[in-house]
């Protein structure tokens, strides 16, 4: 219990498992109950009225369930459960940014909320990422020069709005430091995109698929074959 609870630092090593040599914090196994009135994600952003518990058996988290609001009452939830066999996290935050910003491939991001579901078992993660209603202010190259044949997309470019996307969601897997994205689409008013791949140990990254300008695709997109 408390006042003020700073986990940026926490939360990066989440993001990055890979990354991250195995915690030992305690020999025994323990439960901790939180009730914290404002926690720190990073230095621009605050949830407050943390509530929820975390359960460690043999230094892995067994359980844990915890939920707390951003301002004007918009929610957070994260969750995880591990039974030994299979371990299912989720994540959904009203606002993805805090998330979404510390992955340096990804530049100007604003708005969106983040929905992550995930399982692993045998030492392989199947995840799914969804992020709704987003602005991305820096792309390629390529893509700012689609959306030139959409007015919406020069109309986003002149305001320095960014572009904007309506849907975004990713199926991928990670097997120690290699991720499979299996499909990864977003589709906005200006410009939509198929994309599958692989990124390996942050380094090596190879994506293929379909960018199009369009005002009307919606999630169909999925049936569109890629074409390398």
Do not use: H
Not at 30 to 53: A, M, R
Not at 56 to 69: D, R, V
Not at 175 to 186: F, G, P, S
């Amino acid at each position: 219990t408390g006042d003020r609870f700073n986990i940026t630092y926490i939360i990066d090593e989440l993001l990055n498992p890979n990354d991250r040599k195995k915690l030992k914090l305690f020999s025994n196994d323990f439960k901790i109950l939180f009730d914290v009135e404002n926690v720190y994600l990073d230095k621009d952003n605050t949830i407050s009225n943390l509530v929820g518990f975390l359960s460690l058996n043999k230094n892995e988290i067994s359980e844990l369930n915890l939920e707390s609001i951003f301002s004007n009452n918009q929610n957070i939830k994260f969750t995880i459960k591990n039974n030994g066999n299979e371990k299912v996290t989720t994540l959904y935050s009203y606002r993805a940014k805090p998330f979404v910003d510390r992955y340096k491939f990804i530049k100007g991001f604003e708005e969106g909320d983040l929905n992550f579901y995930s399982v692993k078992k045998n030492n392989i993660t199947n995840s799914t990422l969804k992020i709704d209603n987003f602005k991305i202010q820096e792309i390629p190259v390529l893509a700012k020069l689609l959306t030139l044949a959409s007015l919406q997309g020069i109309a986003d470019l002149l305001t320095g709005e960014g572009i904007r996307f309506t849907d975004f969601e990713m199926k991928f897997s990670n097997n120690n430091e290699l991720m499979r994205i299996e499909e990864l689409y977003a589709i906005g008013p200006a410009i939509s995109l198929l994309m599958e791949g692989y990124i390996e140990s942050d380094d090596l990254v190879s994506l293929r698929g379909t960018m199009v300008p369009a005002t009307t695709i919606n999630r169909t997109i999925s049936s569109i074959p890629l074409l390398g």
